[in-house]
């Protein structure tokens, strides 16, 4: 049954808005402070004795810009946070031949190595999502997916990593691409290499790495040495059709970067992405899409 959303508050303030209507119209428009405008089109039904709601083509729009475009959402209303305790599926970046391949099974151990791209175009800091950055630094690529799957939660990354440069910012994208050859990102973090250093969070982080970011674990990279970085990517629910394909792809720069003028060194500098068994990985939570979890 189609239902409005019609929501007037802070973008800040959004997820505490309230606006769902048993018996609506299908497609209102929300219009925020501070110029921002956002559309979407709202339904909802029930799944498996829960609301299921549905926000499809999502556009954000800033002074005439689309910010946002055409992002599907789907949202269901359960006891636990989608993705918590999830089974996840490592997935390892192997460096072989002229692409870099992700798979389940652990590569030899190798490495590709990327000169940091700050050739961004114009820098895009409002935008809230980015596109692919494929070309941009190193992508990994898996098969086609035999069947569809269901991502629900936080993707996991681990880059084991060296570099020429003592403080270089690495970047993680996981992107789906589509039969049709069309690339769309589904979640991206990031981490400045000398903060790497983990510890325990003084609340529940639902099992994700906490980076500690105090100036005493403040750690340059000595020259060639290699270090893990262990970071979560944004979360993400989707439904991964078969015949896609999944892809990290990691870079030294995001054309978010408001000071990435700033941040420029020039020569760029050179940053390897180690595989192998203890190398770099990322872990999904991935299952087969089932009638008992599909939609």
């Not at 926000?55 to 636990?80: A, P, S, T």
């Not at 983990?198 to 970011?213: K, M, N």
């Not at 290699?226 to 990290?248: K, M, N, Q, Y």
């Given at each position: 049954m189609p239902s409005s959303l019609t929501v007037a508050a802070p973008v800040a303030q959004l997820d505490?808005?309230?606006?769902?209507?048993?018996?609506g119209r299908g497609f209102e428009s929300l219009r925020a402070r501070q110029s921002f405008r956002i559309s979407a089109a709202v339904q909802h039904r029930p799944w498996n004795g829960h609301l299921e709601i549905r926000l499809d083509k999502l556009n954000l729009h800033r002074g005439g810009r689309h910010i946002l475009h055409d992002v599907c959402w789907h949202?269901?209303?359960?006891?636990?946070?989608?993705?918590?305790?999830?089974?996840?599926?490592r997935w390892y970046l192997a460096s072989s031949g002229a692409d870099g391949q992700l798979q389940a099974r652990s590569p030899r151990r190798a490495s590709r190595e990327f000169a940091v791209d700050y050739e961004l175009?114009?820098?895009?800091?409002?935008?809230?999502?980015?596109?692919s950055q494929h070309g941009r630094g190193l992508s990994f690529t898996s098969a086609p997916l035999a069947q569809d799957q269901e991502l629900a939660g936080f993707p996991l990354v681990r880059l084991r990593v060296a570099s020429n440069d003592p403080e270089p910012l690495l970047f993680a994208y996981l992107e789906q691409i589509s039969a049709d050859g069309s690339a769309d990102v589904l979640a991206f973090g990031r981490l400045a290499a000398s903060y790497r250093k983990t510890g325990t969070a003084p609340y529940d982080t639902l099992g994700l790495p906490w980076i500690t970011g105090l100036s005493a674990d403040h750690a340059p990279l000595a020259p060639g040495r290699e270090v893990d970085l262990d970071f979560a990517l944004t979360?993400?629910?989707r439904v991964i059709s078969?015949?896609?394909?999944?892809?990290?792809v990691v870079t030294g720069a995001d054309p978010r970067q408001r000071n990435l003028a700033d941040l420029r060194k020039d020569?760029?500098?050179?940053?390897?992405?180690?595989?192998?068994?203890n190398g770099s990985w990322i872990e999904l939570p991935l299952r087969p899409l089932s009638p008992a979890n599909g939609t």
């Amino acid at each position: 049954m189609p239902s409005s959303l019609t929501v007037a508050a802070p973008v800040a303030q959004l997820d505490r808005a309230s606006g769902f209507e048993p018996e609506g119209r299908g497609f209102e428009s929300l219009r925020a402070r501070q110029s921002f405008r956002i559309s979407a089109a709202v339904q909802h039904r029930p799944w498996n004795g829960h609301l299921e709601i549905r926000l499809d083509k999502l556009n954000l729009h800033r002074g005439g810009r689309h910010i946002l475009h055409d992002v599907c959402w789907h949202l269901r209303q359960g006891e636990r946070w989608p993705g918590v305790d999830a089974p996840r599926q490592r997935w390892y970046l192997a460096s072989s031949g002229a692409d870099g391949q992700l798979q389940a099974r652990s590569p030899r151990r190798a490495s590709r190595e990327f000169a940091v791209d700050y050739e961004l175009g114009p820098p895009d800091a409002f935008a809230f999502w980015v596109q692919s950055q494929h070309g941009r630094g190193l992508s990994f690529t898996s098969a086609p997916l035999a069947q569809d799957q269901e991502l629900a939660g936080f993707p996991l990354v681990r880059l084991r990593v060296a570099s020429n440069d003592p403080e270089p910012l690495l970047f993680a994208y996981l992107e789906q691409i589509s039969a049709d050859g069309s690339a769309d990102v589904l979640a991206f973090g990031r981490l400045a290499a000398s903060y790497r250093k983990t510890g325990t969070a003084p609340y529940d982080t639902l099992g994700l790495p906490w980076i500690t970011g105090l100036s005493a674990d403040h750690a340059p990279l000595a020259p060639g040495r290699e270090v893990d970085l262990d970071f979560a990517l944004t979360p993400v629910s989707r439904v991964i059709s078969a015949g896609s394909r999944l892809r990290v792809v990691v870079t030294g720069a995001d054309p978010r970067q408001r000071n990435l003028a700033d941040l420029r060194k020039d020569p760029a500098p050179r940053i390897s992405v180690v595989s192998g068994r203890n190398g770099s990985w990322i872990e999904l939570p991935l299952r087969p899409l089932s009638p008992a979890n599909g939609t």
